[in-house]
């Protein structure tokens, strides 16, 4: 009978210990509730971005960056890493922009990206583009 009681009081230490690791785990592992704005917000994020790297398959972007000595996958790293507000600024610009312009924009604006990153010493692309750092 003593047998049985020891044994019990190791298993029930054992079940104390998980219950209470459990207790805390789940504490730190709670979920917050994602609204439905956030979420479209974040699936217009993303599809801002494939319209841009669609884009970029066009040949006469591909041939204008290639003029200016841009690579296509600089480009698409760039289009990557634009945080969501630079992502809306760029979208409202080739919405405003005519017709025949938007492929001139694309590459202005990347171009001023390609710039303003090389001055922050993020990139290197420009060699004449002094860091400011």
């Not at 219950?19 to 917000?41: K, P």
């Not at 970029?56 to 990557?80: H, M, N, P, W, Y």
């Amino acid at each position: 009978m003593s047998g049985i009681r020891k044994h019990l009081r190791y298993v029930s230490f054992f079940m104390a210990m998980m219950m209470a690791l459990g207790s805390v785990w789940s504490a730190t592992a709670t979920a917050g509730m994602v609204g439905t704005g956030e979420m479209i917000g974040q699936q217009q994020v993303q599809l801002d971005r494939q319209q841009l790297l669609s884009m970029l398959e066009r040949q006469d972007v591909q041939d204008k960056l290639a003029d200016l000595g841009v690579s296509q996958d600089q480009v698409k790293e760039r289009i990557q890493n634009l945080t969501p507000t630079e992502l809306a600024d760029f979208e409202q610009q080739l919405a405003e922009a005519p017709a025949g312009q938007d492929v001139v924009g694309i590459i202005v604006l990347f171009l001023l990206v390609f710039i303003i990153t090389d001055m922050l010493c993020a990139t290197n692309i420009f060699p004449f583009i002094n860091c400011i750092r």
